[in-house]
């Protein structure tokens, strides 16, 4: 009889009794310890492991950001575009989570959906900072994370730096476009209002690519992240309502209408490049 395959006989490490193992490496056992169902649902752990999983992959999506916005300010134009598109990715990955939750029906959802309280992804403060670090800066979504001042204080933080597309413009001006008040900006806390200028700026990108090929490049990194960005919203909001369409009582708390609105009108980016014909304000 043949003998088991022992990856020892090729010289493969089989004890780790004092060395550094994988589960050791990535703290598996504190990964694995915070699944904390409140409920006897089935599917309620699916839901919190989405959702774990989903912030996890936003903490990446903030590294990369935060990156990507170093790297611009230092012309590093290459370095950030692989930030960038890695970005993208992230969130391609996020829509892609979104087909096994879709598995759940309404009804399997409303068994354990009185557990959560008033929970709800709306008041996710990594996705708001996402949005910050963007460029969208609604101040009156600080208000649901009031209660947590170290996540209003980091989030002051980011809206007191330039954001995402706040640095792609400091670029435009460096690189010799007059972008009018947004090259005089020196308080980054308030939204951007609609600017002239910038929009003849990455026109000129636009009609001449090989001329301007790094801004060219870098406007399109940027449509990218805002494009798979936006299909995730939508995404999140559709599932919750389909989570909803067939419970008695509403699947989602009161804040959810504000949240659909929110998430599904306005951009990341506070540029309106929105779509392919439409790239920045």
Same mark, same amino acid.
């Given at each position: 009889?043949?003998?088991?395959?022992?990856? $020892? %006989?090729?010289? $493969?490490?089989?004890?780790?009794?004092?060395?550094?193992?994988?589960? +050791?490496?990535?703290?598996?056992?504190?990964?694995?310890?915070?699944?904390?169902?409140?409920?006897? #649902?089935?599917?309620?752990?699916?839901?919190?492991?989405?959702?774990?999983?989903?912030?996890?992959?936003?903490?990446?999506?903030?590294? *990369?950001?935060?990156?990507?916005?170093?790297?611009?300010?230092?012309?590093?134009?290459?370095?950030?575009?692989?930030?960038?598109?890695?970005?993208?990715?992230?969130?391609?990955?996020?829509?892609? %989570?979104?087909?096994? &939750?879709?598995?759940?029906?309404?009804?399997?959802?409303?068994?354990?959906?009185?557990?959560?309280?008033?929970?709800?992804?709306?008041?996710?403060?990594?996705?708001?900072?996402? *949005?910050?670090? #963007?460029?969208?800066?609604?101040?009156?979504? &600080?208000?649901?994370?009031?209660?947590?001042?170290?996540?209003?204080?980091?989030?002051?933080?980011?809206? %007191?730096?330039?954001?995402?597309?706040?640095?792609?413009?400091?670029?435009? @001006?460096?690189?010799?476009?007059?972008?009018?008040? +947004?090259?005089?900006?020196?308080?980054?806390? +308030?939204?951007?209002? =609609?600017?002239?200028?910038?929009?003849?700026?990455?026109? !000129?990108?636009?009609?001449?690519?090989?001329?301007?090929?790094?801004?060219?490049?870098? @406007? =399109?990194?940027?449509?990218?992240? =805002?494009?798979?960005?936006?299909?995730?919203?939508?995404?999140?909001?559709?599932?919750?309502?389909?989570?909803?369409?067939?419970?008695?009582?509403?699947? %989602?708390?009161? $804040?959810?209408? !504000?949240?659909?609105?929110?998430?599904?009108?306005?951009?990341?980016?506070?540029?309106? $490049?929105?779509?392919?014909?439409?790239?920045?304000?």
């Amino acid at each position: 009889m043949k003998e088991p395959y022992d990856p $020892a %006989a090729e010289g $493969a490490r089989m004890s780790f009794e004092g060395q550094m193992s994988y589960g +050791d490496y990535l703290h598996l056992e504190r990964v694995l310890d915070a699944q904390e169902p409140l409920s006897q #649902a089935h599917d309620e752990l699916l839901f919190i492991i989405q959702h774990q999983t989903s912030e996890l992959w936003m903490k990446l999506a903030i590294h *990369e950001i935060r990156a990507a916005m170093a790297a611009i300010r230092q012309d590093r134009l290459q370095l950030s575009y692989k930030m960038l598109s890695r970005v993208a990715r992230i969130f391609e990955q996020l829509n892609n %989570a979104w087909d096994v &939750l879709r598995t759940m029906t309404p009804s399997e959802y409303t068994e354990f959906r009185g557990s959560l309280g008033q929970s709800s992804g709306f008041q996710s403060y990594q996705y708001r900072a996402i *949005e910050f670090l #963007a460029g969208n800066r609604n101040h009156a979504m &600080l208000r649901p994370h009031a209660h947590r001042k170290e996540v209003v204080a980091n989030l002051e933080q980011i809206l %007191a730096e330039p954001s995402l597309y706040d640095e792609a413009l400091r670029l435009l @001006a460096r690189s010799g476009f007059d972008i009018g008040e +947004d090259g005089r900006r020196r308080s980054w806390r +308030d939204p951007r209002s =609609e600017n002239a200028e910038v929009l003849v700026a990455w026109k !000129t990108v636009y009609a001449s690519p090989n001329e301007h090929w790094p801004l060219y490049e870098l @406007a =399109e990194k940027l449509v990218d992240f =805002e494009d798979y960005f936006r299909r995730w919203r939508f995404n999140h909001v559709t599932t919750v309502e389909g989570s909803s369409a067939s419970s008695a009582e509403p699947a %989602a708390p009161p $804040a959810f209408p !504000t949240c659909a609105k929110c998430w599904m009108s306005n951009c990341s980016l506070n540029c309106g $490049a929105c779509g392919r014909n439409s790239r920045a304000r």
